[in-house]
């Protein structure tokens, strides 16, 4: 297994693998960019081409290897991201060297669900049961071409069909339980799911079926419209987006993607040829189905249903597309109230107003002016409180002051006071993020010995000299254990060996001291715009708290002779001397 892992870190390289999802930039001899686990301003995600490594310096504060990496992106196993790897490395796995329970689950379920798409789709088109299916398709428009690209199916009026089915193929009937394809009745009686149902298959970007949503033919008061796969071990609504795997590339390749409610509404315009386009299910927009977006793009067009449930959907999902720097735009159909009704009346006018799309904060300012009276100043107020919590979450300063000059303008005030309004909602905002949301802690001591530790490093590794860095830095200075030794370690090295390699260096150390050598290596990367001359405030801090702390814990232990020694050495700590040391580097 470890050969497998070890190959598979060798053909893919890790900088050009996260670049696909993060925008990275050259620093000396590693690259940085902004975080894609949290929000931040300031690039603090640094990735080492030579160690093949990452780390978040910021709020995730973990790193890892490729795998990793993927791991926390997709939020999936270890097994199943060395899956999807070595899958695209061209990697055969040696299955046996390895159990994974989780994977085994998953597989199973992705194996019947592929297997039930077949069944479904050979009812449809191959059996005269599956003509109702072939009659309703037809009276929507659908073609043949579309519905085997979709691998639509139908789920004939039978209770247990599917289940004799994949009872026949050899799977368990706990297994098609959990998958969702099947339902435990009251009486413990077990049935198909989709039955007398237009089933359409659910794809994640992998191209694996996740589940099925099946809409019911014809009148019947006592079920519902339509029938979805429930949360299962592969299966999240929340952040799946349907046809996310036809759709992909061509959102990739436009830089934009079209976001509309339900299959058909999704269907039809692929069908006309809109193929950057996927469907969410319900009302809801979520911060996962964002953060898939974002690989391929980061510009949405909102086309739902501009109705209050629609626009409601819209605006909770603008404060996390903002979060995440994206580009919202609304499509307004002039043709029909939704997408399918608007296709339907008028392609040519569809794809208009596809391209039309304006702004998500003029549609949200559309919306208030249309509900109150800009000119009545108790109506001014409706609209300015409802828009705040929007225009506060604003992160762009261009952006920010284009619609505070333009709300401003609107109700007839000045800028100050729109500005005061929202500095008090982001107030507010961050009032409550600060009691709910916990935060990686780290002093600035702390900081300081991570950051000297890898400064020297990166210095050592450039062919820099840092000897005389070295004399103006004691062991004693570095208070932490583990950094402590791995100073210990450089140090003894530096002055042994004519050239400092690092992976060389890592290889000299106990395994134990890995990780925390990784990460102070990548550490000074985030903070790259520090001169020389900085350094001189960082070790004269870093000075100034190593002697404190022995004098504070030579007091707790009653020890006079070593108080007095600390404190001496604080008393008499000179910045000449450091300085001096430092600038001749």
Same mark, same amino acid.
């Given at each position: 297994?470890?050969?497998?892992?070890?190959?598979?870190?060798?053909?893919?390289?890790?900088?050009?693998?996260?670049?696909?999802?993060?925008?990275?930039?050259?620093?000396?001899?590693?690259?940085?960019?902004?975080?894609?686990?949290?929000?931040?301003?300031?690039?603090?995600?640094?990735?080492?081409?030579?160690?093949?490594?990452?780390?978040? &310096?910021?709020?995730?504060?973990?790193?890892?290897?490729?795998?990793?990496?993927?791991?926390?992106?997709?939020?999936?196993?270890?097994?199943?991201?060395?899956?999807?790897?070595?899958?695209?490395?061209?990697?055969?796995?040696?299955?046996?060297?390895?159990?994974?329970?989780?994977?085994?689950?998953?597989?199973?379920?992705?194996?019947?669900?592929?297997?039930?798409?077949?069944?479904?789709?050979?009812?449809?088109?191959?059996?005269?049961?599956?003509?109702?299916?072939?009659?309703?398709?037809?009276?929507?428009?659908?073609?043949?071409?579309?519905?085997?690209?979709?691998?639509?199916?139908?789920?004939?009026?039978?209770?247990?069909?599917?289940?004799?089915?994949?009872?026949?193929?050899?799977?368990?009937?706990?297994?098609?339980?959990?998958?969702?394809?099947?339902?435990?009745? !009251?009486?413990?009686?077990?049935?198909?799911?989709?039955?007398?149902?237009?089933?359409?298959?659910?794809?994640?970007?992998?191209? !694996?079926?996740?589940?099925?949503?099946?809409?019911?033919?014809?009148?019947?008061?006592?079920?519902?419209?339509?029938?979805?796969?429930?949360?299962?071990?592969?299966?999240?609504?929340?952040?799946?987006?349907?046809?996310?795997?036809?759709?992909?590339?061509?959102?990739?390749?436009?830089?934009?993607?079209?976001?509309?409610?339900?299959?058909?509404?999704?269907?039809?315009?692929?069908?006309?040829?809109?193929?950057?386009?996927?469907?969410?299910?319900?009302?809801?927009?979520? %911060?996962?189905?964002?953060?898939?977006?974002?690989?391929?793009?980061?510009?949405?067009?909102?086309?739902?249903?501009?109705?209050?449930?629609?626009?409601?959907?819209?605006?909770?999902?603008?404060?996390?597309?903002?979060?995440?720097?994206?580009?919202?735009?609304?499509?307004?159909?002039?043709?029909?109230?939704?997408?399918?009704?608007?296709?339907?009346?008028?392609?040519?006018?569809?794809?208009?107003?596809?391209?039309?799309?304006?702004?998500?904060?003029?549609?949200?300012?559309?919306?208030?002016?249309?509900?109150?009276?800009?000119? !009545?100043? &108790?109506?001014?107020?409706?609209?300015?409180?409802?828009?705040? #919590?929007?225009?506060?979450?604003?992160?762009?300063?261009?952006?920010?002051?284009?619609?505070?000059?333009?709300?401003?303008?609107?109700?007839?005030?000045?800028?100050?006071?729109?500005? %005061?309004?929202?500095?008090?909602?982001?107030?507010?905002?961050?009032?409550?993020?600060?009691?709910?949301?916990?935060?990686?802690?780290?002093?600035?001591?702390?900081?300081?010995?991570?950051?000297?530790?890898?400064?020297?490093?990166?210095?050592?590794?450039?062919?820099?000299?840092?000897?005389?860095?070295?004399?103006?830095?004691?062991?004693?200075?570095?208070?932490? #254990?583990?950094?402590?030794?791995?100073?210990?370690?450089?140090?003894?090295?530096?002055?042994?060996?004519?050239?400092?390699?690092?992976?060389?260096?890592?290889?000299?150390?106990?395994?134990?001291?890995?990780?925390?050598?990784?990460?102070?290596?990548?550490?000074?990367?985030?903070?790259?715009?520090?001169?020389?001359?900085?350094?001189?405030?960082?070790?004269?801090?870093?000075?100034?708290?190593?002697?404190?702390?022995?004098?504070?814990?030579?007091?707790?232990?009653?020890?006079?002779?070593?108080?007095?020694?600390?404190?001496?050495?604080?008393?008499?700590?000179?910045?000449?001397?450091?300085?001096?040391?430092?600038?001749?580097?």
């Amino acid at each position: 297994m470890n050969q497998n892992i070890d190959e598979v870190k060798q053909r893919i390289d890790i900088v050009e693998y996260i670049s696909r999802v993060v925008q990275l930039k050259k620093s000396g001899r590693n690259f940085k960019g902004l975080c894609p686990f949290h929000q931040e301003k300031s690039p603090s995600f640094v990735v080492s081409a030579d160690r093949q490594i990452w780390r978040c &310096f910021g709020t995730c504060g973990t790193g890892g290897d490729v795998i990793a990496f993927l791991m926390k992106r997709d939020n999936i196993t270890f097994v199943e991201a060395l899956h999807d790897l070595a899958k695209e490395a061209g990697v055969s796995l040696d299955t046996t060297a390895f159990e994974d329970k989780q994977w085994n689950i998953k597989e199973t379920i992705y194996k019947m669900n592929l297997l039930a798409a077949k069944y479904y789709a050979y009812i449809l088109t191959e059996t005269k049961v599956g003509e109702k299916g072939r009659e309703y398709l037809k009276g929507r428009g659908i073609n043949d071409k579309i519905a085997k690209t979709f691998e639509l199916g139908y789920g004939p009026d039978s209770w247990d069909s599917l289940l004799k089915f994949l009872l026949k193929k050899g799977f368990k009937e706990a297994d098609i339980i959990e998958s969702g394809l099947v339902v435990v009745g !009251n009486s413990n009686n077990v049935y198909d799911r989709f039955r007398n149902r237009l089933v359409f298959p659910i794809k994640d970007a992998k191209d !694996n079926i996740i589940g099925f949503s099946g809409r019911l033919l014809g009148a019947n008061e006592k079920q519902a419209k339509y029938v979805n796969t429930p949360e299962t071990p592969v299966y999240k609504k929340r952040e799946s987006l349907y046809g996310i795997h036809l759709a992909k590339d061509a959102i990739r390749k436009l830089n934009v993607a079209y976001i509309v409610e339900g299959e058909f509404d999704m269907i039809h315009p692929y069908q006309q040829g809109v193929d950057n386009i996927v469907a969410i299910k319900g009302a809801a927009f979520t %911060k996962e189905q964002l953060q898939l977006l974002k690989r391929y793009t980061d510009k949405i067009v909102l086309a739902l249903d501009t109705d209050e449930a629609g626009i409601e959907a819209m605006k909770r999902g603008i404060t996390e597309a903002e979060k995440m720097d994206f580009d919202v735009h609304v499509a307004q159909f002039t043709s029909g109230k939704d997408p399918d009704e608007a296709l339907k009346n008028d392609p040519v006018a569809f794809k208009k107003d596809l391209n039309s799309a304006i702004p998500i904060y003029d549609f949200l300012i559309q919306i208030e002016v249309k509900k109150h009276d800009p000119k !009545n100043p &108790f109506e001014k107020k409706k609209i300015a409180e409802a828009l705040a #919590p929007f225009f506060s979450f604003m992160q762009n300063p261009i952006i920010k002051s284009h619609y505070h000059k333009q709300l401003a303008n609107i109700l007839e005030v000045d800028e100050q006071s729109v500005e %005061k309004l929202m500095r008090y909602k982001k107030q507010q905002r961050a009032g409550s993020i600060k009691m709910a949301t916990p935060t990686v802690k780290t002093t600035r001591e702390e900081n300081d010995q991570k950051y000297v530790l890898s400064y020297l490093m990166q210095r050592a590794e450039s062919g820099s000299s840092v000897l005389r860095l070295l004399m103006c830095i004691n062991l004693e200075d570095i208070i932490h #254990p583990a950094m402590q030794k791995v100073y210990s370690a450089f140090t003894d090295w530096v002055k042994s060996h004519e050239t400092f390699v690092y992976q060389e260096f890592m290889d000299s150390l106990p395994n134990e001291l890995h990780s925390t050598t990784d990460e102070l290596y990548l550490y000074a990367t985030v903070n790259d715009d520090i001169e020389d001359s900085d350094m001189i405030d960082v070790i004269m801090r870093l000075k100034k708290f190593a002697y404190l702390h022995y004098s504070n814990q030579s007091l707790q232990d009653n020890n006079d002779e070593k108080y007095r020694y600390w404190n001496g050495l604080l008393q008499k700590l000179d910045r000449s001397n450091v300085e001096k040391s430092l600038l001749t580097v």
